[in-house]
């Protein structure tokens, strides 16, 4: 699966809003409209965030925070993938697999070393998706989530 991750701009904004998952995958993402809030209310997690597009059209959104400073409290770091959504008529295609490729080797090329991430316990969530890509449970919870971290 061939993704680009685009900047979020007037002339994309509506359509990477309008994405959805299916609707019994609500609880385990945040839409794109509360992740843009939440970035927006969330500075000192450095977000960085993307609409993922195959050719013009956008089929999901990616959300991390980036290279964040040691020591900021309830802040994990310094990459996390925060938010990975794809919405529901693209999903089983591979996007998400090839989302996390991509953001892998831009984490690598910052210099960054692992890349964390989180998830709700339930084993009909995302969980499963992402320990068969390599990520691993760290054996810590945060705000009732498990974290996981993939070595890089």
Do not use: C
Request: glycine residues 10%.
């Amino acid at each position: 699966m061939r993704i680009r991750l685009v900047e979020i701009t007037a002339a994309n904004r509506e359509a990477v809003r309008a994405l959805r998952v299916h609707p019994a995958q609500e609880r385990f993402v945040a839409s794109v409209t509360k992740s843009l809030q939440d970035a927006a209310a969330t500075p000192e997690a450095e977000p960085w965030y993307r609409a993922v597009q195959v050719g013009a059209e956008p089929v999901g959104f990616v959300m991390l925070s980036w290279n964040v400073p040691p020591g900021r409290p309830g802040i994990l770091g310094p990459y996390f993938l925060w938010r990975l959504l794809v919405d529901r008529r693209y999903q089983g295609r591979g996007v998400g697999r090839a989302v996390l490729d991509r953001v892998v080797e831009l984490v690598r090329a910052d210099g960054g070393t692992e890349l964390l991430t989180s998830h709700q316990p339930d084993e009909d969530g995302p969980g499963p998706f992402y320990r068969k890509y390599g990520f691993r449970p760290t054996g810590e919870i945060d705000n009732g989530e498990v974290v996981l971290r993939l070595p890089l």
